[in-house]
């Protein structure tokens, strides 16, 4: 009787394999995809997705003013101001700007940097700081700084000065504001566990505050970049010989829309690469973190 126990165990032991493999006909004929297609597949798919939005902004762009839609006067299709695109690229006009434009942007950009990360870090962890230059810091913060552009051409001229002042003063404030923000913010534990292991407070806030900080300091670096361009544009608009700004203005008057929206091209292009740029910084400063 046990061997037929014993027989009987034996024998449902296959059977049991041979049922669950009856319940999944497909299973063992299933390809197995590698680890690096999957993962082709899913930088592919990061690529494509937003692509499509663009390609559907540029499809109604070349079809509407093809179609009647719109003026062709006004709106010329995007193959057109394309071909203009290249072809002042080709004679080096756009380089020109562009590089005029840039030069001025990353030189205010770099400047208001340089002293409000560190003003917002002083605001952020010391009191009588923050309490001395609260009254002046709302009073600018809240005055746009186009509004101030007369003011910075007439006190310091219409050259190369006033632009960079100007983006130095649109660039200065999303930053220190954002600095003053991630530092208050920044865990309070990390602070007391950096104080209880005997850290001095310059290596508090150099190597606990300021590293907890960076991903809302990084915010504020990509609305100051996006502030530098857009009023060092308006700057060039109003008084310049060079600069996109310039350019747009120039084909405007002159009525060659095809360059004036080549131009424009060129800001969003340069805007992009510029937000690029950042976001790549910060990914590299705040490995650190945890993905969700």
Known sequence: ???????????SAPR????????????????????????TAAVAWRVVKPSVAILTFLAVWEIA???????????????????TFFELIGNGQLWEHISTSLTRALTG??????????????????????????????LFRNTAAL???????????IGETSKVAL?????????????????RTVEPLLVKSARSLGFSQFAIVYKVV?????PTIFTGLRMAAASSILV????????????????????QLNFQIPDMYAGIIAIALVGLIFNAVLVFTERRLSRWRVAL
């Open 16 to 39: 049991a394999g041979s049922e669950r493999a009856e319940t999944r006909p497909g299973a063992a004929a299933r390809p197995r995809v590698p680890r690096w297609g999957r993962r």
């Open 65 to 83: 003013p093809r179609a009647g839609l719109v003026d062709k006067v006004f709106l010329p299709p995007f193959t057109e101001v394309a071909a």
């Open 210 to 214: 300021l590293p907890a900080a960076v």
């Open 109 to 138: 950009f770099v400047i208001a940097v340089a002293f409000a990360v560190p003003l917002g870090v002083a605001i952020a962890w010391y009191r009588p700081v923050a309490d001395f230059l609260n009254p002046v810091l709302e």
């Open 1 to 11: 009787m046990s061997s037929a126990l014993a027989t009987g165990t034996l024998d």
């Open 167 to 183: 983006v130095i003063y649109a660039c200065a404030f999303p930053v220190l504001l954002n600095t003053i923000s991630g530092v």
């Open 232 to 251: 060092l544009i308006a700057a060039e608009m109003v008084g310049a010989k060079a600069g996109l700004g310039y350019l747009i203005t120039a084909a």
């Open 147 to 157: 509004a101030l552009l007369p003011v910075f051409v007439l006190v310091l001229g």
